[in-house]
């Protein structure tokens, strides 16, 4: 039986894919990770006097990685400046001419100027905006995204733009599952 996610309760799980447990985690730790290859990812958050024997008959020491690190966090992200300030009602209006010309058109047409209209209400211009960057960037640079995960696949909106792949007026899926009106 292979063993299931490493569920710690006392882990750090850093942004490389280390993982840092506590000294008297470390057993738990060496038999979980050991069965998925993944040793050379184990770190102790301190030194211990059992941390010590260990490293004695280890071939691979552990070693301490704690405290906060200056890559902890990602780095500050700021849109660029051409999303930054992007046309935002042209470029929805442009969103129209994506509309797919069959029996639901005019339906597409009226939730589209809904959803629109429900963004703005929220206030969510800048959220468009980065949404639009992130898919112009993902698109250039060929990365594949799933079909569509959760609420936000009831926004025809998002459907436009390429965020996700489920057309939620063909669906009938109502945009209160993703904003609440």
């Not at 996610?5 to 470390?26: F, K």
């Not at 301490?64 to 300030?85: C, I």
């Not at 797919?100 to 959803?115: C, G, S, T, V």
Request: proline residues 6%; glycine residues 6%; charged residues 30%.
């Amino acid at each position: 039986m292979s063993p299931g996610p490493l569920d710690l309760a006392d882990r750090l799980l850093w942004p490389d894919g280390d993982v840092s447990v506590t000294p008297d985690r470390v057993g738990e730790a060496l038999v979980k990770l050991g069965a998925r290859g993944a040793l050379d990812r184990l770190f102790v958050t301190a030194p211990s006097s059992e941390v010590e024997r260990y490293n004695q008959f280890a071939d691979r020491p552990l070693t301490a990685k704690s405290g906060v690190r200056g890559d902890l966090f990602p780095p500050p992200w700021t849109l660029p400046e051409a999303y930054k300030y992007l046309d935002l009602d042209g470029y929805l209006t442009e969103l129209a001419d994506r509309v797919e010309r069959d029996d639901l058109y005019e339906a597409r047409l009226q939730r589209l100027a809904i959803e629109i209209a429900l963004f703005k209400a929220h206030q969510l211009d800048d959220v468009l905006r980065a949404l639009i960057y992130v898919i112009d960037t993902l698109r250039a640079k060929k990365v594949v995204w799933g079909v569509g995960r959760g609420s936000s696949c009831s926004s025809y909106l998002l459907f436009l733009l390429g965020l996700h792949d489920v057309d939620p007026v063909k669906y009938d899926i109502k945009i209160t599952d993703f904003i609440k009106t």
